[in-house]
């Protein structure tokens, strides 16, 4: 069993920034990839930005260059560093992580989500 437990979100102004912050804790062998996401209302989950264990990572055309991710291995801990927002990234953002339990079963779970508000 694994938990995410997500961080800071919140209500900024546009042009503001917020740092999200996603612990995993539970049996974890390997976490291969953690990740964002997110749900604005009405509408389907979307791909921010996932980051591998080796650093490779992949983001939407539309958080580049104002969005970073990274990680901390150590800590089992994915950030998202928001810089530069907009009241179109109003959302739910919601971590995830992939990667193997002990006796190699695979694993993908999601955090209960947070809430990031952007005023115009």
């Known amino acids: 069993q694994v938990q995410l437990v997500e961080s800071g979100g919140g209500l900024v102004q546009a042009g503001g920034s917020l740092r999200l912050s996603c612990v995993a804790s539970g049996s974890i062998f390997s976490l291969a990839v953690m990740g964002w996401y997110r749900q604005a209302p009405g509408k389907q989950r979307e791909l921010v930005a996932t980051?591998?264990?080796?650093?490779?990572?992949n983001s939407d055309d539309s958080v580049k260059g104002r969005f970073t991710i990274s990680r901390d291995n150590a800590k089992n801990t994915v950030y998202l560093q928001m810089n530069s927002l907009t009241p179109e990234d109003t959302a739910v953002y919601y971590c995830?992580?992939?990667?193997?339990?002990?006796?190699?079963?695979?694993?993908?779970?999601w955090g209960q989500g947070t809430q990031v508000t952007v005023s115009s």
């Open positions: 995830n992580a992939m990667g193997w339990l002990p006796l190699g079963r695979k694993f993908n779970y």
């Open positions: 980051i591998t264990s080796d650093g490779s990572q």
